[in-house]
């Protein structure tokens, strides 16, 4: 079964600072997709980056980037000059295929990042 | 254009009741998933559904959980005899048919339902 594992329950970063956010995966299979979802205090799942397993260049959008190391199960989400508007919950998320031939999206336990301004 | 709609976003029930959350996809969306969301934890997989068919239920509870997507209407998701433990945010969520395999279409979410069990 596939597993998502975000080491840090909760980061905090200077506005205009850099973070980044760690993800890790186990997995035996070769394609799938990851994300990253942000849920703000209004609770919506906001999509913010995905980045398909087959792909070595690394996804960005914007101030959101990853850091995708395949070999490693490795997906981490850098987000530079925060924004106070960034401070949410980040959930790391993996997609795949299941035996019912339907895609399925596993969850991490979630980042709660702070912006300090 | 709207997106996932879901309501009420906020139900309170007591123990014993019946709870229903509706989810209304996208426009030219077939593909419905349900995921719950208890507090301090990520989302969990419950169901995936298309229209008339449950295709993945290994998520849902075995008991009291049932899931819908009727050929007309919004999906519903519907606890019975709801238990304190039953309190979570649920989303859904839709997507579009892909092509085989894995598609590059992702899930859209809705606002989720917050169910509060008294």
């Known amino acids: 079964a596939q597993t998502v594992t975000q080491s840090q329950p909760e980061m905090s970063v200077q506005e205009a600072e850099t973070v980044t956010l760690s993800c890790t995966y186990d997995?035996?299979?070769?394609?799938?997709?990851l994300f990253w979802y942000k849920q703000p205090p209004s609770r919506q799942m906001i999509l913010v980056i995905r980045?398909?397993?087959?792909?070595?260049q690394n996804a960005t959008e914007n101030r959101f980037s990853v850091n995708f190391q395949k070999a490693a199960k490795s997906f981490s989400l850098k987000i530079s000059d925060s924004q106070l508007g960034d401070a949410a919950m980040y959930f790391c998320?993996?997609?795949?295929?299941?035996?019912?031939?339907?895609?399925?999206?596993?969850f991490g336990t979630g980042t709660r990042l702070t912006i300090i301004p | 254009n709207a997106g996932v709609m879901q309501n009420p976003r906020h139900l309170v029930r007591r123990r014993g009741q019946e709870a229903r959350l509706r989810c209304s996809p996208m426009?030219?969306?077939?593909?419905v998933y349900w995921y719950r969301q208890l507090p301090e934890e990520g989302l969990k997989f419950m169901v995936y559904?298309?229209?008339?068919?449950?295709?993945?239920e290994s998520g849902m509870p075995k008991e009291r959980f049932s899931a819908e997507f009727p050929k007309e209407g919004p999906s519903i998701l519907r606890i019975q005899q709801v238990v304190r433990g039953d309190s979570a945010a649920y989303f859904c969520?839709?997507?579009?048919?892909?092509?085989?395999?894995?598609?590059?279409?992702?899930?859209?979410f809705g606002d989720g339902t917050r169910l509060s069990i008294l």
């Open positions: 980045q398909e397993a087959y792909k070595q």
């Open positions: 559904l298309q229209k008339e068919n449950i295709i993945d």
């Open positions: 998320a993996y997609r795949t295929l299941t035996n019912f031939g339907n895609e399925k999206l596993t």
């Open positions: 969520a839709s997507s579009r048919p892909g092509q085989g395999g894995l598609s590059n279409q992702p899930q859209h």
């Open positions: 997995t035996s299979e070769s394609d799938y997709y």
């Open positions: 426009k030219g969306h077939s593909h």
